[in-house]
Structures are given as C-alpha cells and as structure tokens.
C-alpha cells in the first residue's frame, strides 16, 4: 500500500518571503499523480498543483512550484513570495494511475503541515 | 453553479443511532469518494465509486456504508455510530476515474458521536 508522509506537522515564514514543505511517499508503482492540496480555515480543501509521475519537468503555477525527485521520492512544494492567505494546512496526496492495480481509485493523503504566515 | 454539496455541515448524534450524510454533485462526474479527516492522520479514503453502481473500500471502510444508485448522490451511511467516528467529513467527486486530474472537494461535515 501506498503511504505519504509530510514530516512538518507545522511551518511558520515571514511574509514576502519563501518557504518549502516536505513531502515523501512510498509507491512501487512507476505512473501516478502527485498533489498539494490547501485547506484554510473554511476548511475548503483547494488545489494547489498537480505533478505526474512521468513528466520529469517540476510542475509551477505563480507562486508556488514543487521539485519532484521521483527517484527520492520526494515531492516538496516551494511557495515564493508568502502572503498572509498563505496560511492554511497544506496536504500532500497521492493517486496511483495504474488502471490494472487494487489501489485505482484511492487516493493517499500525508498528514498535513500547518503553515503560519507572519506580517 | 458547480459544486458538491454535503448536508448536514454539522451534526450532533448518539452512540447507536443511524445516521446518513449525503452528498450530492451537479458537474456529472463519475467519481465520487468519501475522506475522514482527523488531527495528526490527514485525509483518509472510507470509500469510492468509479461509476454509479460501483463501489469500493478506502483505507478505513469499518463501520460505513455506500450506496451510488445515481450518478449525482453519494451518501455515507453510518448504521451504529461510535465514539471513534467523530470526525471532519469530506465528500469528493472528480470527472473521470480514471483521470483523476483534480478532485472537488464539498464544504465538510463535522460529525460529534456522544
């Protein structure tokens, strides 16, 4: 079974600044999804950046872009430029793209890592 | 507007007392899950459905039930309640199961178990 482990149960950064939070997991799979989800505190769970597991290019979108070490397993994303709606609990997710295996269609959340935006 | 509504947001129940929390989508997906949310444990799968019919466990299936009978509702079902199950709820939906690109995520359901 897949498991996902965010190691940083909380984070803190000043505001304009840059953060990084961790991410590894455990697959023996080749082909899958990974995801950063933000839940701020309406509790609304709000996609932050996918990445797929065969494209070797980090994936990016404005602010915050990831690096992906699929050999290291590791999945970090990197927010720039921190802003107070920042702050929210950040949720690494897994999701296996392997149409033949028992775990299709679940998918694996990380414990997630609150992060405090400072002013 | 598209979304994916859960009702009741916040519930209050007794131990034994069958319950259901209902889900339901309007974009016409496919899939649809069902995720606990404790502190220190993230999200948790309870179960999923590819397509209506179809129904599978998650990671922590004991003591819920699923029906998919339409494409649109997802309930969870909660035949006895426990202490245990207290926890934030979160109903999702995808287009496709099998490309599963980004999942929408409903409002959350905060259930107490007395």
């Known amino acids: 079974a897949q498991t996902v482990t965010q190691s940083q149960p909380e984070m803190s950064v000043q505001e304009a600044e840059t953060v990084t939070l961790s991410c590894t997991y455990d697959?023996?799979?080749?082909?899958?999804?990974l995801f950063w989800y933000k839940q701020p505190p309406s509790r609304q769970m709000i996609l932050v950046i996918r990445?797929?597991?065969?494209?070797?290019q980090n994936a990016t979108e404005n602010r915050f872009s990831v690096n992906f070490q699929k050999a290291a397993k590791s999945f970090s994303l990197k927010i720039s430029d921190s802003q107070l709606g920042d702050a929210a609990m950040y949720f690494c997710?897994?999701?296996?793209?392997?149409?033949?295996?028992?775990?299709?269609?679940?998918?694996?959340f990380g414990q997630g890592t609150i992060l405090t935006v400072h002013p | 507007e598209a979304q994916v509504t859960q009702n009741p947001r916040y519930l209050i129940t007794v131990t034994g007392k069958k319950l259901t929390v209902t889900c339901s989508q309007n974009?016409?997906?496919?899939?649809m899950s069902w995720y606990r949310q404790d502190p220190g444990l993230g999200l948790r799968q309870i179960y999923y459905?590819?397509?209506?019919?179809?129904?599978d466990k998650g990671d922590v299936p004991e003591g819920y039930k699923v029906s998919r009978k339409e494409k649109r509702n997802f309930p969870l079902i909660l035949e006895s309640p426990s202490p245990n199950q207290t926890s934030l709820y979160f109903c999702?939906?995808?287009?496709?199961?099998?490309?599963?690109?980004?999942?929408?995520f409903g409002e959350g359901s905060r259930l107490t178990v007395l």
């Open positions: 999702a939906s995808s287009p496709s199961g099998t490309y599963i690109r980004e999942l929408f």
């Open positions: 697959t023996s799979e080749s082909d899958y999804y």
């Open positions: 990445q797929e597991a065969y494209k070797q």
């Open positions: 997710a897994y999701r296996s793209r392997n149409a033949g295996g028992t775990s299709y269609g679940k998918l694996t």
């Open positions: 974009m016409n997906h496919e899939y």
């Open positions: 459905s590819m397509n209506v019919e179809v129904t």
